[in-house]
């Protein structure tokens, strides 16, 4: 059992650490993120950890830093200072290759060439290192049953990532048919295709209809009670304050806040950076 699930089981729910200070064990830790575009300094010495198995929310107003944290957390872009780590290692300005074979990944809004593949296709390509892709297949002795049996594990595992989401009965349609929030639950399915330990979600439910995110965020409590851990960024404040145990306010490229839903509700300085912000 880690310190984390030590602490989560013993403590009484009254004191279940609320700041970043008291998460002992974090699956991810920034330490004096900083990132420059030129002269525009988006990310300003932001540090925050995440605790494994948590629903975290990164919020704050537009322009505050949150995509550019998301893109510097997963190898998107270089920082210009500072550190990220990872399940104890440190993992600044990795790939998001190389991170996602480490179990940290991002969802990706389904590329072009994607959405001319069938949505079975698309999740059957999403994980990483598979040996079908491999040009090895041709002359290692034996590679040709492992690939074959790979192959149909991932049929097999694709299949089962389809019925969790639901969209199981979409398999053969090309993915550019579906519909906003149908493409939301594909990016999830094939993020979790790659076995992730964590998942990032910048704005998952931008143009999802009530009913489908009602089932995006049921699956996501779902695979947090399996113990993956979720950093989220998102808009809806009710989705926010009902979802995520702990909350992260970003604003002018720093961590400003940081609590439960209602230490973050009650924190004037918060209330200030959204009034004064352009949100
Ligand atoms: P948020 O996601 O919180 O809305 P961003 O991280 O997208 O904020 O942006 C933070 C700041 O950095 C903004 O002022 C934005 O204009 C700037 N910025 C973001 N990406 C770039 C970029 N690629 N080049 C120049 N400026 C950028
Ligand atoms: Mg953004």
Not at 38 to 65: C, M, Y
Request: net charge negative; charged share 25%; hydrophobic share 40%.
């Amino acid at each position: 059992m880690s310190d984390a699930e030590t602490v989560e089981r013993t403590m009484p729910e009254s004191d279940v650490p609320t700041t970043s200070d008291a998460i002992d064990s974090p699956l991810l830790e920034v330490d004096g993120l900083r990132k420059q575009f030129g002269g525009v300094t988006a990310v300003d010495g932001a540090s925050f950890k995440v605790a494994k198995g948590s629903f975290t929310g990164l919020i704050g107003p537009n322009g505050a830093g949150k995509s550019t944290t998301f893109n510097c957390i997963t190898g998107i872009h270089e920082p210009t200072a500072g550190t990220v780590t990872f399940d104890g290692h440190d993992v600044t300005g990795l790939a998001p290759y190389t991170l996602a074979k480490r179990g940290l990944v991002r969802t990706f809004q389904i590329a072009r060439e994607l959405s001319e593949m069938t949505v079975l296709e698309n999740v059957m390509l999403a994980p990483p290192g598979q040996l079908g892709e491999s040009a090895l297949r041709s002359v290692v002795p034996g590679l040709r049953e492992r690939v074959q049996r790979d192959e149909t594990e991932v049929v097999e595992a694709a299949w089962e990532t389809l019925e969790f989401f639901e969209i199981d009965h979409l398999a053969h349609e090309n993915a550019g048919n579906l519909s906003g929030g149908q493409r939301k639950l594909l990016e999830m399915a094939r993020v979790l295709m790659t076995e992730p330990e964590m998942v990032l979600l910048d704005e998952p439910l931008a143009g999802v209809n009530p009913t489908l995110e009602e089932k995006l965020l049921d699956r996501i409590d779902e695979l947090r009670q399996d113990g993956l851990t979720f950093l989220l960024v998102e808009h809806d404040m009710d989705v926010i304050m009902n979802h995520c145990e702990h909350i992260i306010v970003m604003h002018q490229g720093q961590v400003l806040a940081e609590g439960d839903a209602d230490t973050i509700q009650s924190d004037e300085r918060v209330l200030e950076a959204y009034l004064g912000g352009d949100v």
